[in-house]
């Protein structure tokens, strides 16, 4: 019904950059919030960024002033820029979205797409 496709992603050196990217598609009535979480090794996963459709954004404390969140509404997607990464930076980042269907136009449903590696060597 709704499918969040990711690209981008792989491996960096320290201090390199990478960016990922994700779009919605399906039978969506309204993207609410976009956002990217990671989940390394042995961890849970964790919030990275947000963007909402009105272009709010959120970061975790540790990408602030590294990394930018954007969103195209017109294209349902969203994407994540990724600067001077570090190894700790390492993690498969998931795309999320929550939105509303044109099924069930006014509740609110959390979808993820299958997530792309991001590795950074020191």
């Known amino acids: 019904q709704v499918q969040l496709v990711e690209s981008g992603g792989g491996l960096v050196q320290a201090g390199g950059s990478l960016s990922v990217s994700c779009a919605a598609s399906?039978?969506?009535?309204?993207?609410?919030?976009m956002g990217w979480y990671r989940q390394a090794p042995g961890k849970q996963r964790e919030l990275v960024a947000t963007?909402?459709?009105?272009?709010?954004?959120n970061y975790r404390d540790s990408v602030k002033g590294r990394f930018t969140i954007s969103r195209d509404n017109a294209k349902n997607t969203v994407s994540l820029q990724m600067n001077n990464l570090k190894p700790e930076d390492t993690a498969v980042y998931y795309c999320?979205?929550?939105?509303?269907?044109?099924?069930?136009?006014?509740?609110?449903?959390?979808?993820w797409g299958q997530g792309t590696q991001v590795t950074v060597s020191s």
């Open positions: 999320n979205a929550v939105l509303t269907t044109a099924n069930s136009p006014v509740i609110t449903g959390n979808f």
């Open positions: 399906g039978r969506i009535f309204r993207i609410i919030t």
């Open positions: 963007i909402t459709n009105s272009g709010s954004t």
